[in-house]
């Protein structure tokens, strides 16, 4: 008997055939190709997860499968690449920069001491319409979602992205083509849309009742906009991995389906239609972020597939999750949003049963404890390669704090969105109302303020690594069918080139690598060899811009600290704040009291490398027998095998033994 079932277990596929999975593994390969291209160059591992699980998935052989597979990827894949070759020429239908009348209405927003970074749309300039958004920021604390406002200002177009990863990805994939610096401007009207005026009016009545910090927090749970919460706190709510809570997740709109649903229990299978329809208004409340659109749209297949008496297949469920999102918005592929909303989803599909029954089999091991701690150790596994490649760490913290966070958040969120909610219908009770949400956020500010969450991953990138971790944790999953013997070699040899990758990734054991990053400010370039770790930075690059670089490619203390700027005194603030052993400029100003050390020279001998000012922002290295030159602003002096210039912001390349190539 248990021969017969091993030999039907051998003619089983290694993946089942499901439609909409193949489907969407389709057409995020032909967006994410499209970008690849656009952006940053297509390399051949590119293409090594989407053929292992298409080979995977074609065995057992037979012309059925092939053909239903093959077509699933290739008329999605097109699709996808279609979306996407679209979405970057539309980017690029932008009026040349110029001075404009504009107007257009306020649909995101963050106040600031005196001023509000605020995001249009709906916009005209000189009273012609134009496509996209623009960001600006407005010299006044008073506008708010839904105001219509005009102003004359220089309009500067937003050129694509340099590489699929910086500030400039945010503007690509958000629609903003253009911005404006700070400006003056009138109120000209109102919006006809009434969710973004009730945006606004929620904000002024925690605003008013709430007081800052709590009132930001609130904001922020309830709609995702944490743009205006204190930077410290916000710094340890990242480094305790929590941050998920003010993203509007999946999870928001989960628990107020869950709690409708559970309102209107007695309607029976009825009470899907209130729960569907209050999750809509919330996902549209909250500008259709992509993990709110996610979850609805996974909400909605639950319900139906429990109103017809059917079993629910959730990774299916994520599948066309996917491809509905993707195909009315290609670019939301390049939103951390997206990556850590599905990869969560997935980590719970191909992990959380198999974890679970593990654990149940622990005796006395409680049965909801079990489950809940599979589901959120799944979740932490797939999303590690993700938050690492998107923000440069991940925390240790995670686990154990979203093991007391997630159960708590039903109470946190649905308290502050029915007191909100009730203070918007009746305001003059706002102040009583609001009061046991305040004393909620209160306690939650208060912890964040007084615990260290800096315990975290830092310092380094995983590159083609985190491919082969994805694919490692697929040959694990339950639902990619191998024998324990084939498994375990498989495993075993991924696991060997894991630890290949990484440390080729990030180790520099001959000659010297150089890395490139540029924001619309500043550009900055880091130099890594085995005697010395030196960062050259222009004057416009900022402290955090500087440590979100660091943290994908060093986390020790720099060596040095090279400041290239006409005005040096705006580059050493940026400089001082960063682990470094020292800070070099070329020609002296006042520093005044300062920990790190500022030495002025023309020429520094550092690691078998010199450096030389030849201005106060132009630097040439030596080593290695090349000459490269670093001059963020574009002047090119004669004699230098390799220049760098902002344009080269996400390169990467090597040299020795006078040769230098593109990595």
Same mark, same amino acid.
């Given at each position: 008997m248990q021969?017969?079932e091993?030999?039907?277990?051998?003619?089983?596929?290694r993946?089942?055939?499901?439609v909409?999975? %193949?489907?969407?593994?389709?057409?995020?390969?032909?967006?994410?190709?499209?970008?690849?291209?656009?952006f940053?160059?297509i390399v051949p591992?590119?293409?090594?997860?989407?053929?292992?699980?298409?080979?995977?998935?074609?065995?057992p052989f037979?012309?059925?499968r092939?053909?239903?597979?093959?077509l699933?990827?290739?008329?999605f894949?097109g !699709?996808? #690449?279609?979306g996407?070759f679209l979405?970057v020429?539309?980017y690029?239908s932008?009026?040349?920069?110029?001075r404009?009348?504009?107007?257009? $209405?306020?649909?995101s927003?963050?106040?600031?001491?005196?001023?509000?970074?605020?995001?249009?749309?709906d916009?005209s %300039?000189d009273?012609?319409? /134009?496509?996209?958004k623009?960001?600006?920021?407005?010299?006044?604390?008073d506008a708010?979602?839904?105001d219509?406002?005009?102003?004359t200002?220089?309009?500067?177009?937003?050129?694509?992205?340099?590489s699929?990863?910086?500030?400039?990805e945010?503007?690509?994939?958000s629609?903003?083509?253009?911005?404006?610096?700070?400006v003056?401007?009138?109120?000209?009207g109102?919006?006809?849309?009434?969710f973004?005026?009730l945006?606004?009016?929620?904000?002024?009545?925690?605003?008013d009742?709430?007081?800052?910090?709590?009132?930001e927090?609130? #904001?922020?749970?309830?709609t995702?906009?944490s743009g205006?919460?204190?930077?410290?706190?916000?710094t340890?709510?990242?480094?305790?991995?929590v941050?998920?809570?003010f993203?509007?997740?999946?999870?928001?709109?989960g628990i107020?389906?869950?709690?409708?649903l559970?309102?209107?229990?007695?309607?029976?299978r009825?009470a899907y239609?209130?729960a !569907?329809?209050?999750?809509?208004l919330?996902?549209?409340?909250? *500008?259709?972020t992509?993990?709110s659109v996610?979850?609805?749209?996974?909400?909605?297949?639950?319900?139906?597939y429990?109103?017809l008496?059917r079993?629910?297949?959730?990774?299916?469920s994520?599948?066309?999750a =996917?491809?509905?999102v993707?195909?009315v918005?290609p =670019?939301?592929?390049?939103?951390?949003?997206f990556?850590?909303s599905f990869?969560a989803?997935?980590?719970?599909?191909?992990f !959380?049963g198999?974890l679970?029954?593990l654990l149940?089999?622990?005796?006395?091991?409680?049965? %909801?404890?079990s489950?809940?701690?599979?589901a959120?150790?799944?979740?932490?596994?797939?999303t590690?390669?993700?938050?690492?490649?998107?923000?440069?760490f991940?925390s240790l913290?995670?686990f154990?704090?979203?093991?007391?966070l997630?159960?708590?958040?039903p109470?946190?969120f649905?308290?502050?969105?029915?007191?909100?909610?009730?203070?918007?219908?009746?305001?003059p009770a706002?102040?009583?109302?609001?009061?046991?949400?305040?004393?909620?956020?209160?306690?939650f500010a208060?912890?964040?303020?007084?615990?260290?969450?800096?315990?975290?991953?830092t310092?380094?990138?995983?590159?083609?690594?985190g491919?082969i971790?994805?694919?490692?944790?697929?040959?694990l999953?339950?639902?990619?069918?191998?024998g324990?013997l084939?498994? $375990?070699? @498989?495993?075993?040899l991924?696991?060997?080139? %894991?630890?290949?990758s990484? =440390?080729?990734?990030?180790? /520099?054991? *001959?000659?010297g690598?150089?890395?490139v990053?540029?924001?619309?400010?500043?550009?900055?370039?880091l130099?890594?060899?085995p005697q010395a770790?030196?960062?050259?930075i222009?004057?416009g690059?900022r @402290?955090?811009?500087c440590e979100?670089?660091?943290?994908?490619?060093?986390?020790?203390t720099?060596?040095?600290?090279?400041?290239?700027?006409e005005?040096?005194q705006?580059g050493?603030?940026?400089?001082?704040p960063?682990d470094?052993?020292?800070?070099y400029?070329k020609e002296e100003?006042?520093?005044?009291l300062?920990d790190?050390p500022?030495v002025?020279s023309?020429c520094v001998e550092?690691?078998g490398?010199?450096?030389?000012?030849?201005s106060?922002?132009?630097l $040439?290295? @030596?080593?290695e027998? /090349?000459?490269?030159?670093?001059s963020f602003?574009?002047?090119e002096?004669?004699?230098?095998d390799?220049? /760098?210039?902002?344009?080269?912001?996400g390169?990467?390349f090597?040299?020795a033994?006078?040769?230098?190539? @593109?990595?």
């Amino acid at each position: 008997m248990q021969q017969e079932e091993g030999e039907k277990q051998k003619k089983l596929p290694r993946i089942n055939f499901r439609v909409f999975l %193949f489907c969407a593994l389709g057409l995020v390969f032909g967006i994410f190709l499209c970008y690849r291209i656009t952006f940053g160059g297509i390399v051949p591992s590119d293409f090594c997860l989407l053929a292992i699980l298409l080979a995977a998935g074609l065995v057992p052989f037979s012309k059925w499968r092939l053909c239903a597979i093959l077509l699933c990827v290739a008329v999605f894949a097109g !699709a996808g #690449y279609l979306g996407a070759f679209l979405s970057v020429r539309r980017y690029q239908s932008v009026k040349e920069s110029g001075r404009y009348a504009v107007e257009g $209405t306020v649909v995101s927003f963050t106040v600031q001491k005196g001023y509000t970074s605020a995001v249009l749309s709906d916009l005209s %300039f000189d009273g012609e319409n /134009v496509g996209g958004k623009l960001s600006v920021s407005l010299n006044s604390e008073d506008a708010r979602p839904g105001d219509i406002v005009y102003f004359t200002a220089n309009v500067t177009a937003n050129g694509l992205p340099m590489s699929a990863k910086g500030d400039s990805e945010y503007q690509f994939y958000s629609d903003i083509r253009y911005h404006v610096s700070s400006v003056d401007y009138k109120k000209v009207g109102t919006s006809k849309n009434v969710f973004l005026r009730l945006n606004g009016r929620l904000y002024d009545t925690l605003t008013d009742h709430m007081g800052g910090v709590q009132a930001e927090i609130a #904001y922020a749970l309830l709609t995702g906009n944490s743009g205006g919460i204190d930077t410290g706190l916000i710094t340890e709510v990242r480094a305790g991995g929590v941050a998920h809570i003010f993203a509007v997740s999946g999870l928001h709109i989960g628990i107020l389906f869950s709690a409708v649903l559970l309102l209107f229990k007695p309607l029976g299978r009825k009470a899907y239609f209130p729960a !569907a329809a209050l999750a809509l208004l919330y996902t549209v409340f909250c *500008s259709f972020t992509v993990s709110s659109v996610r979850a609805l749209i996974m909400c909605l297949i639950l319900g139906g597939y429990r109103n017809l008496g059917r079993k629910y297949d959730f990774l299916q469920s994520v599948s066309l999750a =996917a491809i509905a999102v993707l195909l009315v918005r290609p =670019a939301d592929w390049l939103s951390s949003g997206f990556r850590l909303s599905f990869g969560a989803c997935l980590g719970l599909a191909l992990f !959380a049963g198999s974890l679970s029954r593990l654990l149940k089999k622990i005796p006395h091991f409680p049965r %909801f404890l079990s489950e809940y701690l599979s589901a959120n150790l799944s979740v932490q596994l797939f999303t590690f390669p993700i938050l690492l490649e998107q923000f440069g760490f991940f925390s240790l913290w995670g686990f154990l704090l979203n093991l007391v966070l997630i159960p708590a958040l039903p109470l946190l969120f649905l308290t502050v969105l029915l007191c909100s909610a009730l203070s918007l219908i009746i305001p003059p009770a706002a102040g009583v109302l609001l009061l046991a949400p305040k004393g909620l956020l209160s306690l939650f500010a208060w912890v964040f303020s007084i615990a260290d969450f800096s315990f975290v991953l830092t310092g380094f990138s995983l590159g083609m690594g985190g491919v082969i971790y994805l694919i490692a944790l697929c040959l694990l999953s339950e639902r990619f069918r191998m024998g324990r013997l084939l498994r $375990t070699g @498989t495993l075993v040899l991924l696991a060997c080139v %894991f630890a290949l990758s990484v =440390a080729n990734e990030n180790a /520099v054991i *001959s000659g010297g690598r150089v890395y490139v990053s540029a924001t619309d400010d500043g550009a900055a370039a880091l130099i890594r060899t085995p005697q010395a770790n030196v960062l050259v930075i222009d004057g416009g690059m900022r @402290t955090r811009d500087c440590e979100a670089m660091l943290s994908h490619r060093y986390g020790g203390t720099l060596d040095a600290v090279f400041v290239l700027s006409e005005n040096g005194q705006d580059g050493l603030n940026h400089a001082m704040p960063l682990d470094t052993e020292r800070i070099y400029l070329k020609e002296e100003i006042p520093t005044g009291l300062r920990d790190t050390p500022v030495v002025f020279s023309d020429c520094v001998e550092l690691g078998g490398m010199t450096f030389r000012f030849a201005s106060r922002d132009v630097l $040439t290295l @030596t080593a290695e027998g /090349v000459v490269i030159c670093f001059s963020f602003q574009k002047t090119e002096p004669v004699g230098a095998d390799f220049f /760098v210039d902002s344009s080269c912001g996400g390169l990467k390349f090597s040299f020795a033994h006078g040769i230098i190539k @593109t990595l």
